[in-house]
């Protein structure tokens, strides 16, 4: 991936604010899909899932190698998400497994 270069801290900035926003709008919708998995999943270990984990790390490491990206830092970044997903994940679990339930 090529970066502009830019000629002061205000355009660095502005760079990375439009980046930012790109990033939200995309944890927004892999959060949908997230909260959609959690339909199809019968246990909280399947939530969990830790092989399914370390095969997205697996993945994201080749891709930062791929595109230029530090590989730990994107490592770091997928684990900290990942794990705040999977606390979504199982709330959204518990909620379908209440209303299923009739609660």
């Given at each position: ?75 770091r970044v997928y684990r900290a998400m990942i794990a705040a ?19």
């Amino acid at each position: 991936m090529m970066t502009a270069t830019c000629e002061s801290l205000e355009e660095v900035r502005t760079q990375i604010d439009r980046l930012d926003r790109q990033i939200v709008a995309l944890v927004a919708e892999r959060g949908g899909y997230v909260k959609q998995a959690a339909k199809f999943k019968k246990t909280t270990d399947d939530v969990k899932a830790p092989q399914r984990v370390e095969q997205v790390i697996a993945k994201v490491k080749s891709l930062a190698g791929e595109l230029g990206a530090n590989p730990d830092v994107t490592e770091r970044v997928y684990r900290a998400m990942i794990a705040a997903f999977i606390e979504a994940e199982m709330a959204e679990h518990a909620r379908l497994a209440g209303s299923a339930s009739g609660d």
